[in-house]
């Protein structure tokens, strides 16, 4: 029960977390929007998928041993709301890595 008790407020925290960053990338993705297409490079829309398909081949690793698992063993069956709040939890890191970067862009610009 504490492990539900835990899971269930932080759960909760990064929800939050997640939804508010969530939001405030879409007003900035909206405000940003109307700039010319021509500021972006090739140099730019290369460098958006460096090392993601370590990142998915990772991912479908994961995902098939936790569904070996989860066919076979019971406990398995209490990782799956961490592994989600632990997904949820990178989002948000992500958010706030990219408002970082933008902010560093926005300042070497001005």
């Known amino acids: 029960m504490t492990a539900f008790s835990i899971a269930l407020l932080v759960g ?7 939804i508010v960053l969530g939001f405030e990338e879409f007003q900035r993705a909206r405000r940003t929007y109307g700039e010319s297409a021509e500021e972006i490079s090739d140099r730019d829309l290369d460098a958006q998928g460096q090392g993601f398909t370590w990142v998915a081949l990772g991912g ?8 070996v698992l989860i066919s076979h063993t ?6 799956l709301p961490f592994l ?9 890191v992500a958010f706030l890595v ?3 970067k ?9």
């Open 84 to 92: 989600s709040i632990g997904s949820a939890l990178a989002v948000v």
């Open 60 to 67: 479908v690793v994961v995902s098939t041993t936790l569904l």
């Open 98 to 100: 990219d408002r970082e």
């Open 74 to 79: 019971s406990w398995s069956w209490y990782i």
């Open 12 to 18: 909760v925290i990064v929800a939050v977390a997640y």
């Open 102 to 110: 933008v902010e560093v862009q926005t300042q070497e610009g001005a």
